[in-house]
């Protein structure tokens, strides 16, 4: 069974561009959630989704934003990048929206020049 | 406002021995506590889950407690072995799968 695939796994971005990540869950998985995992703020909750529909949001500005697909895979992206922006972006999967067990993917590292 | 700490950012145990990681709480609202072990430049790995209503959850060599009344929780790792040395970060989930970390706790397992 395959796991949690993100893609890409390293990406470098200039100042004001804009960043489109994405996320494969566990096959059978429907619920997938977005983190930011940066040396001073350590891993923070940006979004969940399930069944296509944004169900919690975490603390980070309009700039981050996310969808979900109906084949449950996951995209993130991000506006007009911040060097603040740099960061692990980490993808976790669930089987609903309320399992205990999230499982994460490797993770895409953000680079903003 | 920091709902989930870790306050020993390190720890360094005998392989053999047992490690002790702690965790503390503030949200009341929280329902289910995960601890997950990462390696640099990987995602967490999933060890094991406690729910609110429970005070213990075994699996293997690792034990979860749960102390409610003093929002505490804390895991065991018994025996320690070499590869365990990782950093280990407890979560606490509510609404859903929102889960709050806290801020790591780095252990290394000497030979």
């Known amino acids: 069974k395959a796991g949690v695939t993100q893609t890409p796994r390293y990406l470098i971005k200039t100042r004001g561009q804009q960043v489109t990540l994405s996320c494969s869950p566990i096959?059978?998985?429907?619920?997938v959630s977005w983190y930011q995992q940066t040396p001073g703020q350590g891993l923070q909750f940006l979004f969940e989704?399930?069944?296509?529909?944004?169900?919690n949001k975490g603390n980070f500005p309009g700039r981050f934003s996310g969808r979900q697909f109906s084949n449950s895979r996951s995209e993130m992206n991000v506006s007009t990048l911040e060097l603040g922006d740099s960061a692990l972006y980490l993808c976790?999967?669930?089987?609903?929206?309320?399992?205990?067990?999230?499982?994460f993917g490797q993770g895409t590292r953000l680079t903003v020049v | 406002d920091q709902q989930v700490k870790q306050n020993s950012p390190s720890l360094s145990v005998q392989e053999g021995r047992i490690s002790i990681l702690n965790c503390d709480y503030t949200?009341?609202?929280?329902?289910?506590f995960l601890w997950y072990k990462k390696y640099p430049a990987e995602g967490p790995t999933f060890l094991i889950s406690?729910?609110?209503?429970?005070d213990k959850n075994e699996d293997g060599r690792f034990t979860v407690f749960l102390n409610k009344s003093a929002k505490h929780l804390s895991l065991h790792i018994v025996p320690s072995q070499p590869g365990d040395s990782a950093v280990y970060f407890c979560?606490?989930?509510?609404?859903?799968?929102?889960?709050?970390f806290g801020g790591g706790t780095r252990v290394l397992v000497k030979p």
């Open positions: 976790a999967s669930s089987l609903g929206p309320s399992n205990t067990e999230a499982f």
């Open positions: 949200n009341s609202m929280f329902d289910y």
């Open positions: 989704y399930f069944s296509e529909t944004q169900r």
């Open positions: 979560a606490a989930r509510t609404a859903g799968n929102k889960l709050t």
């Open positions: 406690i729910s609110s209503i429970k």
């Open positions: 096959s059978g998985h429907r619920s």
